[in-house]
């Protein structure tokens, strides 16, 4: 499978591009910078340029068969609009090139904390994490307005560790009493959630 992933120099898009690897993908990775992919390998082609670019974004999603964003931020004070720009450019590249779908990378904060309420919206939920909580929400509401097929994947803290393989996953909701997930884990139910489409057209909580 030919897959195009967005945040490719984060922790977590290294991540991806390994696994992918692993499994015999051939992997895009698009980034600003090769330079800060520590890495090559014959089935991995790197593609320059910006996220907040529509036109670099176009040139890269012909030929896939699927994207992968897990684009993020290092500032998190508002306004924060990367992530739904530049969601929004691939979404129209992909009805263009016929890319039947994406798995995006959002937060815990816009998963359901009760049916009408989301949990970036509950009284403890952190200050600091509600612009990118926000943005998030933007990226949810246009892959629910889009016809490609789409699974949102909704972590909360992800330190970097080991790859475990045992978490746990819920549609739209976050398992109950969960706090954190490795990056590593976050990357394996990636790729099996590619194959697996378990959580079509829905957000997904994980945690262990």
């Known amino acids: 499978m030919k897959i195009l992933v967005f945040g490719s120099t984060g922790r977590l ?10 499994e015999g993908h051939e992997m ?9 992919l520590p890495f090559q390998h014959p089935q991995l082609q790197l593609i ?29 004070k508002p306004p924060i609009t ?17 890319v039947p779908r994406i798995l995006a990378v959002g937060g815990a904060g816009i998963l359901q904390e009760t049916p009408d309420r989301f949990k970036m919206e509950s009284p403890g939920f952190p200050p600091f994490f509600k612009a990118i909580s926000e943005d998030y929400l933007r990226v949810y509401e246009l892959l629910k307005a889009s016809d490609r097929e789409w699974t949102m ?7 970097e560790r080991v790859r475990t393989g045992q978490y746990r996953v819920l549609g739209d909701y976050f398992p109950e009493g969960g706090q954190q997930i490795f ?6 139910f990636i790729l099996k959630e590619i194959l ?5 057209r829905q957000r997904v909580g994980i945690a262990y």
């Open 13 to 22: 898009g290294r991540k991806i591009l390994e696994y992918g690897l692993q």
């Open 28 to 36: 895009f990775g698009f980034l600003r910078n090769p330079a800060r």
């Open 48 to 76: 320059q340029g910006d996220a907040e670019d529509p036109e670099a974004i176009e040139n890269a999603v012909p030929g896939k068969d699927l994207i992968i964003s897990c684009l993020g931020v290092n500032n998190l």
């Open 82 to 98: 990367l992530m739904s720009d530049a969601v929004l450019f691939m979404l129209d590249a992909m009805v263009r090139f016929q």
């Open 153 to 159: 994947i909704c972590p909360p803290t992800m330190p």
């Open 183 to 188: 990056v590593e884990d976050v990357a394996d």
């Open 196 to 200: 697996a489409r378990q959580f079509m």
